[in-house]
């Protein structure tokens, strides 16, 4: 069964911190993972999009990371602000051809505190 | 600002009743998705749509339903409505049917009671 799983389901830091997201799918075959920031009540945006053949991808202070070989991603956020406060949804796509069935992690709820 | 237009932004209704839920996608953009998001649920897949042509299904249930008109907006109807309906309805657009980039819209909340 095609699965995305995301850890840690939530997670509090200090604003000018660091962090970093984990998600580890079971998709198979692959087409793509992305990163998805969802604020309360909105909807998701793109953060990133990765290809199998691409290890790391970064949008400002954004960085993600992809290993196809143990189907792990990560998200590595920089400096945090509060704004950064939101969920993060790990998403992959599992036809390489085929339409966009993409298959949703239940994200890690950042709070990033002052 | 996404660009893709969803109405009405909140909508509450009794069990048993009828809605009607509708996108209106990025200019461009031939398909649409909708996305079902339960309160501290992930985001689920329902249906997508193509250029007017259904071309995936998710997890939708026989009640609900969806059409894409030739003006490339859609329309989401959930009927017999149940409690468990309530939730946050995205709809999503995308200037391809395959691995193109998904814009989503602002959601509709709907509340069931």
């Known amino acids: 069964k095609n699965q995305v799983e995301q850890s840690p389901q939530s997670l509090i830091i200090l604003e000018g911190k660091n962090c970093t997201l984990q998600?580890?799918?079971?998709?198979?075959?692959?087409?793509?993972l992305r990163w998805y920031k969802q604020d309360t009540g909105r909807g998701p945006v793109s953060l990133t999009i990765?290809?199998?053949?691409?290890n790391t991808k970064s949008n400002g202070r954004y960085t993600a990371t992809l290993d196809a070989d143990t189907k792990q991603s990560s998200l590595h956020i920089t400096a945090s602000q509060l704004s950064d406060s939101a969920s993060y949804i790990c998403?992959?796509?599992?036809?390489?051809?085929?339409?966009?069935?993409?298959?949703f992690g239940t994200g890690t709820r950042l709070l990033v505190s002052p | 600002d996404s660009g893709v237009t969803q109405t009405p932004k909140h909508l509450i209704t009794a069990t048993g009743q009828r809605v009607t839920l509708r996108c209106s996608p990025r200019?461009?953009?031939?398909?649409v998705y909708w996305y079902q998001q339960s309160l501290d649920q992930g985001l689920q897949f329902l249906i997508q749509?193509?250029?007017?042509?259904?071309?995936a299904k998710g997890n939708i249930l026989e009640r609900f339903s969806a059409q894409q008109f030739p003006d490339l907006h859609s329309e989401l109807n959930l009927s017999s409505l149940e409690l468990g309906d309530s939730a946050l309805y995205f709809c999503?657009?995308?200037?391809?049917?395959?691995?193109?980039?998904?814009?989503f819209g602002p959601g509709t909340r709907l509340t069931v009671t």
């Open positions: 999503a657009s995308s200037v391809g049917d395959k691995s193109s980039e998904q814009y």
């Open positions: 998600c580890n799918y079971t998709v198979s075959p692959f087409s793509n």
């Open positions: 990765m290809t199998f053949s691409e």
């Open positions: 998403v992959v796509s599992p036809h390489p051809t085929g339409f966009q069935k993409l298959v």
């Open positions: 200019s461009g953009d031939l398909s």
């Open positions: 749509y193509y250029n007017g042509e259904e071309r």
